[in-house]
């Protein structure tokens, strides 16, 4: 079974930079997309980025696009969510997951794993 770690959160202000991890098991790590949901007290989860097996094709939320970079190693079994520019918005719990199949996917119902999650708050 897969098992993936996040990493990274913490407290910002609005307008900082942050970078969170999340690190694989490693067996079959770069045969699969890649994504990072959020999810936000009372609200849905939510699609953030994907990033497709080798990491040549990207997709972003509207709300983050400009902002946000996926990117990974997978000679390290670790996929990165550089977030740039942060607003109170993007407060929310992040979480990383393993796709079904190598193409990138915008829908929840793609990824088969899930990490536990780290929290990112943005103050005013």
């Known amino acids: 079974q897969v098992q993936l770690v996040e990493s990274g959160g913490g407290l910002v202000q609005a307008g900082d930079s942050l970078r969170v991890s999340c690190a694989g098991s490693?067996?079959?790590?770069?045969?699969?997309?890649m994504g990072w949901f959020r999810q936000a007290p009372g609200k849905l989860r939510e699609f953030v980025a994907t990033?497709?097996?080798?990491?040549?094709?990207?997709y972003y939320a509207d709300s983050v696009k400009g902002r946000f970079t996926i990117s990974r190693d997978n000679a390290k079994n670790t996929v990165y969510l550089q977030m740039n520019s942060l607003k109170p918005e993007d407060t929310a719990v992040y979480y990383c997951?393993?796709?079904?199949?190598?193409?990138?996917?915008?829908?929840?119902?793609?990824?088969?794993?899930w990490g536990q999650g780290t929290q990112v708050t943005v103050s005013s």
């Open positions: 997951a393993t796709g079904t199949s190598s193409f990138a996917n915008t829908l929840s119902q793609g990824y088969s794993y």
């Open positions: 490693g067996r079959t790590f770069g045969r699969y997309a």
């Open positions: 990033i497709n097996w080798n990491g040549d094709t990207t």
